[in-house]
């Protein structure tokens, strides 16, 4: 049996914008983690960043991209462990825009963690997603005002 994470946000911003911060991989930094990617079906990339021993997890995120569908829907491997490339998460990010008449639907799934082997990471993940998506609209509204941290 596997767990689910299913997150659904609206941010007040065209599909557009919203899209550029799941691809941009200097925008996806600001507000997810450092990476290397890039929308193309089969790029292989990674999102880096501090290790968590206590998660079994050497801050390695190491993803291929299954699924590019401009402004619409992007899908991506998500795998780690903790190091020497053993891995003990193997699961999928996915990400559909809905774009509404003042803004645009996201919604999010991220499938694959094992009931025993992956709880704790599972618990840990679902409460990240909801604190960072919302970054991204906070990002949306800076830059649409002309204010960046960048």
Known sequence: MSKIIKHQFFFAHPAEMVWEYLTNADLMAQWIMKNDFQPIVGFDFQFRTGPMPAL???GIIYCKVLEVVPFEKLSYSWKSGPGDGVITLDSVVIWKLEPKENGTEVFLEHSGFSDTVNL??????NGGWAQK???INNLLSAAQHGHTNA
């Open 133 to 135: 998506l919302p970054a």
């Open 56 to 58: 079994d997890f050497d």
């Open 120 to 125: 704790d990471l599972y618990n840990a993940m």
